[in-house]
């Protein structure tokens, strides 16, 4: 993993925790509570890829489980964000563009769904039946419900970000650096390229132009002689 994308994902990921911790856990919404460090997670799998999402996603779930008011077992969520970060990289655009916002939805709602199977999964493994107490179905309705009206208001933020630090000259020697941002790729393969070559099209229309004026003015001559 490159360090520019360390140095982008560990403050956007210590920012989500914060604010989850000290902000949403304190709504004391009905069900779940709103995940943003597995929509930040998300955000950076779809940009990074499969690799770059599950040591992301690794990482921001070892930082929640050491984090208070932690009560569950060290490396439980860690577990659950390396594998949605790994299977949301799957679903990178292969241009760096969204078609539409369907996608990241759906990806959102099986995200939400998936990770709370999953890390009630692994409690029933280690012995911790809270979700059966609290009711598996609830949780898995509000959490889809609460990352999806939450989604859009942070998912395109942190893959815009991860974009245009990904494709930074400054921070990126790669070939990637000279492809140039991906967000605006449109920008050099659908105007640059066409303005390059109706330029050079323009030159040799005034080169031809050029070649008949001569031979005419050759052909006047010859015919005044």
Do not use: C
């Given at each position: 993993?490159?360090?520019?994308?360390?140095?982008?994902?560990?403050?956007?990921?210590?920012?989500?925790?914060?604010?989850?911790?000290?902000?949403?856990?304190?709504?004391?919404?009905?069900?779940?509570?709103?995940d943003l460090l597995l929509l930040t997670v998300l955000g950076l799998a779809m940009v990074y890829g499969h690799v770059g999402g599950a040591l992301v996603g690794f990482g921001a779930g070892l930082l929640a489980d050491l984090a208070p008011p932690a009560d569950h077992a060290a490396g439980r969520y860690a577990l659950v964000l390396c594998v949605i970060?790994?299977?949301?990289?799957?679903?990178?655009?292969?241009?760096?563009?969204?078609?539409s916002a369907t996608g990241p939805m759906a990806v959102v709602?099986?995200?939400?769904?998936?990770?709370?199977?999953?890390?009630?999964?692994?409690?029933?493994?280690?012995?911790?039946?809270?979700?059966?107490?609290?009711?598996?179905?609830?949780?898995?309705?509000?959490?889809?419900?609460?990352?999806?009206?939450l989604a859009p208001f942070v998912v395109p933020g942190v893959m815009w970000l991860a974009r245009r630090a990904d494709n930074d000259p400054?921070?990126?020697?790669?070939?990637?650096?000279?492809?140039?941002d991906i967000s605006s790729g449109?920008?050099?393969?659908?105007?640059?390229?066409?303005?390059?070559?109706?330029?050079?099209?323009?030159?040799?229309?005034?080169?031809k132009a050029r070649t008949r004026s001569a031979r005419v003015g050759r052909i006047k001559g010859v015919k005044r002689l």
């Open positions: 993993m490159r360090v520019n994308r360390i140095l982008l994902s560990t403050p956007l990921v210590v920012v989500a925790l914060v604010i989850q911790v000290s902000v949403l856990a304190r709504l004391h919404l009905p069900g779940a509570v709103p970060g790994y299977l949301a990289g799957l679903v990178k655009p292969e241009n760096g563009r969204l078609k709602v099986a995200a939400a769904i998936g990770s709370t199977l999953l890390y009630a999964g692994v409690g029933a493994l280690v012995g911790d039946t809270a979700a059966r107490h609290v009711g598996l179905p609830g949780l898995l309705f509000s959490a889809a419900l609460y990352d999806l009206l400054l921070t990126e020697t790669g070939p990637a650096a000279k492809a140039g449109w920008l050099s393969s659908g105007t640059g390229l066409r303005i390059g070559s109706q330029r050079s099209g323009l030159g040799a229309l005034k080169a």
